[in-house]
T-cell receptor, first 112, second 110 residues
């Protein structure tokens, strides 16, 4: 059974640009959550989607947005990139919102 | 603010010993508890989940939950150098998002 797939794995962007990250959940999983991980802040929750609806949202500015498609694949977008957005962005999928969550390999974003 | 607290470590144990990792949480409504292992430069990997008070064993791993004390622990028996990693405690209330602790770095000395 394929795991959670995130693309791309690595990304270098310039300050002010925007970026879109993609996440394909485990087959059959309907919940997709996004997290930002930095050395100083640890794992911070961004948002969760379930059946194409945003169900939970963390404390991030509106520059961070996401969506989920009918096949449960999800994308997150960051606009007007700042240096502080450099981080490992992790996607996790679960059968439902309360079940075990499995992480993808992550996308390492570097903003220069 | 719902919080999950872990000692950052490093926790250093000799090979073959028992490693004991601890986690406390502030939200009494929490219902699901998870331990993830994260190797340097990699993503978190789910190793244990526990939902009711008591112990849950899986191979060399035992998770312990005490909801009255708001305390979760992970025991690793016969620790191996390959167990050296950061262990993240995560807690969930209902369908809310997982809340993670900052992790405990474990070092197993050969």
């Amino acid at each position: 059974k394929a795991g959670v797939t995130q693309t791309p794995r690595y990304l270098i962007k310039t300050r002010g640009q925007q970026v879109t990250l993609s996440c394909s959940p485990i087959s059959g999983h309907r919940s997709v959550s996004w997290y930002q991980q930095t050395p100083g802040q640890g794992l911070q929750f961004l948002f969760e989607y379930f059946s194409e609806t945003q169900r939970n949202k963390g404390n991030f500015p509106g520059r961070f947005s996401g969506r989920q498609f009918s096949n449960s694949r999800s994308e997150m977008n960051v606009s007007t990139l700042e240096l502080g957005d450099s981080a490992l962005y992790l996607c996790a999928s679960s059968l439902t919102g309360s079940a075990e969550a499995f992480f993808g390999q992550g996308t390492r974003l570097t903003v220069v | 603010q719902k919080e999950v607290e872990q000692n950052s470590g490093p926790l250093s144990v000799p090979e073959g010993a028992i490693a004991s990792l601890n986690c406390t949480y502030s939200d009494r409504g929490s219902q699901s508890f998870f331990w993830y292992r994260q190797y340097s430069g990699k993503s978190p990997e789910l190793i244990m989940s526990i939902y009711s008070n008591g112990d849950k064993e899986d191979g060399r791993f035992t998770a312990q939950l005490n909801k009255a004390s708001q305390y979760v622990s992970l025991l690793i028996r016969d620790s191996q150098p390959s167990d050296s990693a950061t262990y993240l405690c995560a807690v969930r209330e209902g369908r809310r998002a997982l809340t993670f602790g900052s992790g405990t770095r474990l070092q197993v000395q050969p």
